[in-house]
């Protein structure tokens, strides 16, 4: 009996001092954003109403998987374009590659590097990306392939000496050597040619700069009406830009065949997490989407009021660039909009979808994302497919709702990847690609 009080006043004391823990991180997070009050309240998020995802604008409802695909999903694609993220133009008819490095023995002979630039029109100068790739030296076969769109440069992002130095957008909007750049971790190149996964990078900022002022400088501006300055309702943002780079590089991976190009997966961190919730929404050439951290914008549900909402990410001192400009219009009434994050997870189905998370993200609202899971998990099950399958909310490191095919984990932690994650990935790439 004395055991049992020892172990319950622990266990109480653990949950106590748990509890204090989060309050006082949840008290030392910026309570304003762009000059707007930030809610970390579970009582404050507000009511809401979920747009329905299977009734189709002619007011009739969805039967069936067939009618998904070919009715409403394509309704869905262009709600979200017109709304949130903006039109995608398609392949440019200049576009043309250079593999500049053929397949290069790395990291003692294990795996076969491959770098290719990739042009976006026929001018060689401008509007360019460089694609990093290792695939699994010993394979008789075209290799599945992870492909993570990076806020690092392609040297900065492995440890590798032979990769082509590039050049970066730096704070102040100035493209410099990308050895003078953040580096935000390297690949762990082996863990994934091991387990016979290719893996490739981009870095972001080849596609379209990722600052307020940077329309001038990436992509976007080559398609731009004459006359326009990117003001139109549905003119892309730069996660559609970045988004639609990513498309490109699947067109080169067509064209390889090291690569099995009917088995890509892409992963991308915070605002590249919502681009690649995006490009596999947009693009269904990609077998597999893991989106880490993507938060508001992303998987997050917008009408819940809870960390970052759109009201801050509109602010012209913030991320309106990212958005199509009809999304700022929804920042006074989230409601209003007739899209949200649950529409956008469930653009995937019945593809593998991984959205990871950290317990302490606060920011970006990680029971938001498991709520747009649990929303959009019977647009999974028209599939045959599983998502959460309980609306109870997993703790942080829980791995019984992460290989599911509509898949959701959070770590012990905040904002992005750690180390302990990619491991994971491994094991769900291995289980579905």
Same mark, same amino acid.
């Given at each position: 009996?004395?055991?049992? %009080?020892?172990?319950?006043?622990?266990?109480?004391?653990?949950?106590?001092?748990?509890?204090?823990?989060?309050?006082?991180?949840?008290?030392?997070?910026?309570?304003?954003?762009?000059?707007?009050?930030?809610?970390?309240?579970?009582?404050?998020?507000?009511?809401?109403?979920?747009?329905?995802?299977?009734?189709?604008?002619?007011?009739?409802?969805?039967?069936?998987?067939?009618?998904?695909?070919?009715?409403? %999903?394509?309704?869905?694609?262009?709600?979200?374009?017109?709304?949130?993220?903006?039109?995608?133009?398609?392949?440019?008819?200049?576009?043309?590659?250079?593999?500049? @490095?053929?397949?290069?023995?790395?990291?003692?002979?294990?795996?076969?590097?491959?770098?290719?630039?990739?042009?976006?029109?026929?001018?060689?100068?401008?509007?360019?990306?460089?694609?990093?790739?290792?695939?699994?030296?010993?394979?008789?076969?075209?290799?599945?392939?992870?492909?993570?769109?990076?806020?690092?440069?392609?040297?900065?992002?492995?440890?590798?000496?032979?990769?082509?130095?590039?050049?970066?957008?730096?704070?102040?909007?100035?493209?410099?050597?990308?050895?003078?750049?953040?580096?935000?971790?390297?690949?762990?190149?082996?863990?994934?040619?091991?387990?016979?996964?290719?893996?490739?990078?981009?870095?972001?900022? @080849?596609?379209?700069?990722? =600052?307020?002022?940077?329309?001038?400088?990436?992509? %976007?501006?080559?398609?731009?009406?004459?006359?326009?300055?990117?003001?139109?309702? @549905?003119?892309?943002?730069?996660?559609?830009?970045?988004?639609?780079?990513?498309?490109?590089?699947?067109?080169?991976?067509?064209?390889?065949?090291?690569?099995?190009?009917?088995?890509?997966?892409?992963?991308?961190?915070?605002?590249?997490?919502?681009?690649?919730?995006?490009?596999?929404?947009?693009?269904?050439? =990609?077998?597999?989407?893991?989106?880490?951290?993507?938060?508001?914008?992303?998987?997050?549900?917008?009408?819940?009021?809870?960390?970052?909402?759109?009201?801050?990410?509109?602010?012209?001192?913030?991320?309106?660039?990212?958005?199509?400009?009809?999304?700022?219009?929804?920042?006074?009434?989230?409601?209003?909009?007739?899209?949200?994050?649950?529409? /956008?997870?469930?653009?995937?189905?019945?593809?593998?979808?991984?959205?990871?998370?950290?317990?302490?993200?606060?920011?970006?609202?990680?029971?938001?994302?498991?709520?747009?899971?649990?929303?959009?998990?019977?647009?999974?099950?028209?599939?045959?497919?599983?998502?959460?399958?309980?609306?109870?909310?997993?703790?942080?490191?829980?791995?019984? /709702?992460?290989?599911?095919?509509?898949?959701?984990?959070?770590?012990?932690?905040?904002?992005?990847?750690?180390?302990?994650?990619?491991?994971?990935?491994?094991?769900?790439?291995?289980?579905?690609?």
């Amino acid at each position: 009996m004395k055991t049992d %009080r020892v172990q319950k006043t622990f266990l109480l004391s653990w949950i106590l001092l748990a509890s204090t823990t989060l309050f006082s991180q949840k008290e030392n997070l910026p309570k304003t954003s762009a000059g707007f009050p930030v809610n970390y309240d579970e009582d404050k998020v507000g009511t809401y109403t979920l747009p329905d995802l299977f009734t189709l604008r002619n007011g009739s409802k969805v039967n069936g998987a067939k009618e998904w695909t070919e009715k409403r %999903r394509p309704e869905i694609v262009k709600l979200v374009e017109e709304n949130q993220f903006g039109k995608m133009p398609p392949r440019p008819a200049g576009m043309h590659f250079l593999v500049f @490095d053929k397949g290069t023995p790395a990291y003692d002979g294990k795996a076969l590097r491959k770098q290719v630039t990739v042009y976006f029109t026929k001018d060689t100068s401008d509007h360019k990306m460089d694609l990093l790739i290792y695939l699994p030296a010993k394979s008789n076969k075209p290799a599945p392939l992870l492909l993570i769109i990076n806020f690092s440069a392609n040297a900065s992002a492995v440890d590798d000496p032979g990769i082509k130095a590039g050049m970066v957008w730096n704070r102040e909007g100035k493209k410099v050597p990308a050895a003078q750049g953040a580096n935000f971790g390297k690949i762990n190149v082996e863990s994934f040619v091991s387990q016979g996964f290719g893996v490739a990078t981009v870095y972001y900022g @080849d596609i379209e700069p990722d =600052f307020k002022t940077g329309l001038p400088y990436g992509i %976007r501006k080559t398609y731009l009406k004459p006359g326009a300055a990117g003001v139109a309702p @549905d003119e892309w943002g730069a996660i559609s830009a970045w988004a639609w780079g990513l498309s490109r590089a699947m067109d080169y991976f067509e064209t390889d065949k090291q690569i099995d190009a009917k088995r890509i997966a892409l992963q991308g961190t915070s605002r590249l997490g919502k681009t690649v919730l995006w490009a596999g929404g947009h693009d269904t050439r =990609f077998k597999m989407v893991i989106a880490s951290c993507s938060g508001e914008g992303g998987a997050a549900i917008s009408r819940r009021d809870y960390g970052e909402n759109i009201k801050h990410m509109s602010d012209t001192s913030r991320y309106y660039y990212q958005f199509a400009p009809q999304w700022h219009s929804y920042a006074a009434d989230f409601n209003a909009s007739p899209v949200d994050a649950h529409m /956008l997870v469930a653009l995937l189905a019945p593809r593998p979808l991984l959205l990871q998370t950290g317990d302490t993200d606060y920011w970006s609202d990680p029971k938001g994302e498991f709520l747009a899971a649990v929303a959009a998990e019977p647009v999974y099950k028209l599939f045959n497919k599983k998502g959460p399958g309980t609306d109870a909310m997993p703790a942080a490191g829980d791995q019984s /709702l992460l290989y599911n095919p509509l898949g959701y984990y959070m770590h012990a932690g905040g904002h992005g990847t750690i180390p302990a994650d990619w491991p994971l990935f491994i094991e769900f790439m291995k289980k579905y690609l």
